[in-house]
């Protein structure tokens, strides 16, 4: 039975690689697609693809403490139970607070509040190329993983309601709790690489959480000719991984053009690194076309 949502989910082992220009460009080429950009720590997808807010979503990511001076008596206890530092003076440091929840429940007074906060916003967008979805998390607030899963599951609302075929998402760079929620429920995982030792080094990382997941993936190598012998040893890695080499984009000063001027680089046709994009998305919709076991060759090991 086909599948109605395609969900293709981009990440890379670090930032900077180039993911988001890439989700961005891909976003531009597919049909009846929805956007997310799962980035919530440092969302920055919104710069190119110039959304027209809908929709603003609070998320509460967990919970703070907070004193009632009128009923605490200065026991200390909270002062020298909490192991974040939280306290001082019995008044609670919102930034210091992890939301353990341990001062609220020793105070013999019951002195110390413990309620719900709001961590950040996710919010529904219109762009020219369909829907998209992100989010910002607050300063200082944690459980990014959380608001991802809160991102995409409303991307994915949007995606059937809508009827769409493709979910992109713009993952997390690095391999934590985020990258996790980001994975979850993936068609196709692209990750994103550069030539360089590092690049290997977190595509390894990377490749070896995704095989966790069993979900088939793939490659880019991004700015290629920079370092044609470190590329070499990236190319040999993803043979011997049994993974496909979705696409190798060159360097070309447009790139540097269009992010300067906040435009996705396809709107720059006539350049080395558009060209190789488009023929990226090609390969993409080869491998969601291609046979069952054709797609499982790109690789679940």
């Known amino acids: 039975m086909k599948k109605n949502i395609r969900q293709i989910v981009l990440v890379s082992g670090k930032g900077g690689t180039g993911k988001t220009t890439l989700a961005a460009a891909l976003s531009s080429l597919f049909d009846k697609q929805v956007v997310a950009d799962g980035d919530v720590d440092a969302a920055d997808l919104h710069i190119l693809l110039k959304p027209r807010v809908q929709n603003n979503y609070p998320y509460v990511g967990g919970k703070k403490a907070a004193i009632n001076l009128e009923h605490c ?165 993803t043979r011997n991984e049994g993974l496909f080499l979705f696409g190798k984009i060159p360097f070309d000063e447009a790139v540097v053009t269009a992010l300067l001027a906040r435009k996705i680089i396809t709107e720059f046709p006539d350049n080395s690194a558009a060209r190789e994009i488009v023929l990226i998305y090609g390969q993409i919709k080869n491998f969601f076309d291609a046979p069952i076991m054709k797609k499982d060759e790109v690789t679940m090991n």
């Open 73 to 237: 008596t200065r026991c200390g206890l909270c002062m020298e139970f909490c192991r974040f530092a939280a306290i001082e003076n019995y008044r609670v440091d919102p930034l210091a607070c992890e939301g353990c929840g341990f001062c609220f429940n020793i105070c013999p007074e019951q002195a110390v509040t413990f309620s719900e906060v709001i961590s950040g916003y996710y919010r529904e967008s219109i762009i020219p190329s369909g829907n998209f979805v992100d989010a910002e998390l607050q300063p200082g607030e944690g459980n990014s993983g959380k608001l991802v899963s809160e991102v995409k599951k409303r991307a994915l609302a949007i995606t059937t309601s809508e009827k769409t075929e493709w979910l992109i998402v713009d993952g997390p760079p690095g391999i934590g709790c985020p990258v996790n929620a980001s994975l979850a429920g993936a068609d196709l995982v692209l990750v994103i690489t550069e030539p360089t030792v590092s690049g290997l080094h977190d595509l390894e990382r990377v490749i070896q959480l995704i095989k966790r997941f069993r979900i088939p993936s793939g490659v880019v190598i991004n700015k290629h000719n920079l370092n044609p012998a470190m590329c070499e040893k990236i190319e040999r890695y």
